[in-house]
């Protein structure tokens, strides 16, 4: 089993930045993948980025490319999404994910339980 932990989330103006962190424990070295996926209310839980926890290889949804930068720690088993010019669409709860197959879907088995993104404009 894997726990995940995110952090970071809170409120900002359009334009600034937020750093959300994700913290994977138990079974760690299962997972092969780990990810940022976001809802609101209106939407289905949509990709945001993901991550190789070996490889370091990314992937970003088109709407945060050149905005967002994920990054992991394997050491600290610690993932981390950086978010700049955000803009008030980028309102939403965020969650971590977390997989042994090669990528995060909306199917994966590990999640954490959501941190609150909220930019103002």
């Known amino acids: 089993q894997v726990q995940l932990v995110e952090s970071g989330g809170g409120l900002v103006q359009a334009g600034g930045s937020l750093r959300l962190s994700c913290e994977a424990s138990g079974n760690t070295a299962s997972i092969n993948v780990m990810g940022w996926f976001r809802q609101t209310p209106e939407k289905e839980r949509e990709f945001v980025s993901m991550i190789g926890r070996v490889t370091g290889n990314t992937a970003y949804a088109e709407s945060v490319k050149g905005r967002f930068t994920i990054s992991r720690d394997v050491a600290k088993s610690t993932m981390y999404l950086q978010m700049d010019s955000l803009k008030p669409e980028d309102t939403a709860v965020y969650y971590c994910?977390?997989?042994?197959?090669?990528?995060?879907?909306?199917?994966?088995?590990?999640w954490g339980q959501g941190t609150q993104v909220t930019v103002s404009s």
């Open positions: 994910a977390a997989d042994t197959r090669l990528a995060v879907t909306s199917q994966s088995s590990y």
